[in-house]
Every structure is written in C-alpha cells, then in structure tokens.
C-alpha cells in the first residue's frame, strides 16, 4: 500500500477555549488534488495553515510519508512544502527575482535554477515579464506568478488557500484551466481550501467536506456530488430540492416514489412509506419542447416562470406543481427559444436524483 504524502491524525484544536478542529483522521495522496470544502468560518484555513507546519495544533500528530513532524525535522519538512495565500506577496526586485528566491535559499545549482526557469515560464507564459516588477503586473499575472514562484521548487505538497478568489470570472477560469494542466501533467500532490464549489469540484480528485471543524464527508468527486451525505452537504454542493415524496416500491434497484402527480425513481436506501426529500443539481436537468424518447425514467412539464442570468449559466424555472430549477447555457436559452410563460418537458435521469429521509408517514 502506497504510503500518503500527509497524514494527520487525532486533531485536536482550539482558539480562547473554543474548540475550531476535531479531525481524528485525515489524509492525501501522492499526485491527487484535495480540496477542503466548506462556509466560511468552518476551519479550512486553520486546518491548511497546521498541516503546512505554519501553526501547531493543540493535539494531533503530522506525518509526511511517514515521517512524524516534531521540533527536530520541522524546518526540513516544512522546505518540502509550499503554502499560498489568497492574495500574491512579493519580494523587491524583478519577478524572475521572486521566482528564483525559493530556489535560492534551498541551495539548488545555478544551472538548475536557469532550467526551471524557463520551463516555468514557457508554461506559465511568463517570458515577457521575468524583468519587469511585480506592482506593474496586472491581478492575473501577479497569480500566475505566484502559482509558478511555488511550482518551480518542485514542492512535495502545494497547499493553496483561496487561491482564485481575487480574480474575475474570466480571468479564474483561464488561469485554473493553466493551473490543472500543469498539475496533472506534473502529478503535483494539491490541498486546496475553498468556499467556491465550482472551484472544488473542477480542481480536486477527492473532496473533504468541512463544517464546524469536522470532517463530515470525504470521497471521490463524484461520489460526494452523486450522494451527499447530509441535506446541509447536499445545500453547500448546490444540490436543490425538487419535491417531497412518499416511497411506496423499488423497481430495478430505484426507489419508486410518489410526489404531486409524479412517480419519480431515484437512487437512495428508504423504506417503504418513509417520507423523502428528493435532491438534484440543476445543471442535470435536460430540458425539451417536446417529450422525447429516452431512457430517462423521470419527466416532468410546466411553463417556465423565471429566467435569471447567473456567473455562467441562466437560471431557469419551471412549474411543474413544484417549481423546478434547470441551469442551462446562455446559447441553450437561445437555441431552445425559452421564454416566460413557454411550456417544456424537464428530463432527470435517476442517477441525478438522491433522496434524504424524512421518517415514515403518519397514518389518518
């Protein structure tokens, strides 16, 4: 068994008597990307700042590749890492200056540093500003200058807080598609603590979900957002609530549930006559003029009464005795002619849907 680039274990930790972490296991692997994903107040950024040796925790033991962090191996250790703030801070001098700091003070030849230099440059397109200051670039390229001034050292573990939050849309989008290139094709061991799930779930090959200072959640991307296991996780990760039902079967390994004037099939555990909350994201809903032929097992139809322009999509709602919520592109609106007032079939597969139980229904 491959031994994890961190481990931490029996966390304990506390601010004025208040507990902030209770984390009896956590860890990350060689080469993945975990993101930390939480409400704000919820302990990312203190649970970052003690597995990057910034910050001893009240209890609790650190271990890289099985090496326990103590006194002794500390600054050792903690040279092996790299931690980056939200917001960019640099050295004086030129940026090809605060790119080779980190090289510098870790004895690397110079001949080396001149290599990765230009590899981190070509990849991260900094070519035209090695000689200019940082206080001249622009927000974009003072991160891409920071992303490349911690990538160059070849760190063991890069750990970013909030590392897009000061970017535009745009920019964030074409600077975190950079940032995922170049992590991949360098299997760079990633934690990165984030509020934004957008961000998590594009970055990370495993999410951890942090609330009140513990760990409530941890898996595979896609097993996170595919069952949730909580309705407060199920909320952070933008999951809505399409209705409430009652389940009265199983069909095929899907819960059978009766809801309005809709039997809708969903994956999830429930007993027959427990009340349910089905759950969904809106970006999973296919919307039709017409009722097509599919293997979608769940369709509902209604006149659409809001559109709303979000960050990316266009928010979209349907009445369908219950009003549904579908995100679909700008050019998907336009294409589909959706408007005010306009009827539409909304398609979701039961792979999409979840369900959280309610109790068992009450008898008249």
Known sequence: M?????????????YNQKKVLDIPHFQINPGECLAILGPNGAGKSTLLRIASLLEKPVQG???FRGIKADSGNELSLRRRLVYLLDRPLFFQGKVRDNLLYGLKIRGIKEKEQQKRLEEISELFH??????????????GEKQRVNLARALIIFPDLLCLD??????DQTLKEEIMREFQLIRKKRKQTTIIVTHNRDEAIYLADRLAILISGQIKQIGTTGEVLSTPASLEIATLLGHETLVEGIVDGQEKGLLRIRAERYQIYAFGS???GEKVKIIFRPEEVI????KPQSSIRNWFHGPIIEIKPLDKVMLTVLDCGFHLKAYLTRSAVEELGVSPGKEFWAGLKATSLSVKTLGAEKEN
């Open 2 to 14: 491959a031994i994890s680039e961190l481990e931490i274990k029996n966390l304990l930790h506390f």
């Open 61 to 63: 033991e650190i271990f």
């Open 126 to 139: 900094l070519r035209a500003l090695l000689e200019k200051s940082p206080q001249e670039l622009s927000n």
């Open 162 to 167: 909030e590392p897009f939050s000061s970017l």
């Open 270 to 272: 429930a007993q027959n």
């Open 287 to 290: 919307l039709a003029p017409a």
